[in-house]
């Protein structure tokens, strides 16, 4: 199994998590889920494997979430499934897929436990904020 990323590529840590996972040396799938959309076997399989809620992948910021009255902790999951079905966007971002596990990758280098091979060092976010020292070690 290949990685598989689900990306936004307007996003900052989609992008950091991509980079980083090249860096690895690997060639991911790039899924622009905001382009092809989510169904709902895979929003259910996704959030399975990531041990993930629903409203614990509730993009709740640069979303439409408010507006939707997503908000309200009472709102069912099913209800926030509904949505994230017709507004791909109020899924979090980036979920990342390989063969050590699916996760949502924020922060960027939550990615780190998910690759065989590790990139190698120094390693930058967009910011300029170090992930990985020149030794190829995760900053703590």
């Known amino acids: 199994m290949s990685i598989v990323i689900h990306h936004n590529p307007a996003c900052g840590t ?7 996972i090249r860096a690895s040396g690997a060639d991911p799938t790039v899924i622009d889920y905001l382009e092809t959309g989510w169904t709902r076997p895979q929003l259910l399989a996704l959030f399975a494997a990531a041990n ?6 509730l993009r709740t ?6 507006d ?8 069912p999951d099913e209800t926030l499934i509904e949505a994230m079905l017709d507004h791909p966007v109020l899924v979090n971002r980036p ?8 996760r ?4 960027s280098e939550t990615v780190l436990d998910l690759l065989e091979t590790p990139p190698n060092g120094p390693l ?7 992930i990985l020292d020149e030794t190829g070690q995760p900053l703590a």
Do not use: F, H, W
């Open 14 to 20: 989609s992008r950091n998590v991509l980079a980083i």
């Open 52 to 57: 993930l809620t629903p409203r614990a992948a």
């Open 61 to 66: 910021s640069k979303s439409p979430a408010e």
């Open 68 to 75: 939707l009255g997503l908000l309200d902790p009472a709102t």
């Open 95 to 102: 979920i990342v897929c390989s063969p050590r596990g699916v």
């Open 104 to 107: 949502l990758c924020r922060p």
């Open 124 to 130: 930058y976010k967009e910011d300029g904020q170090m």
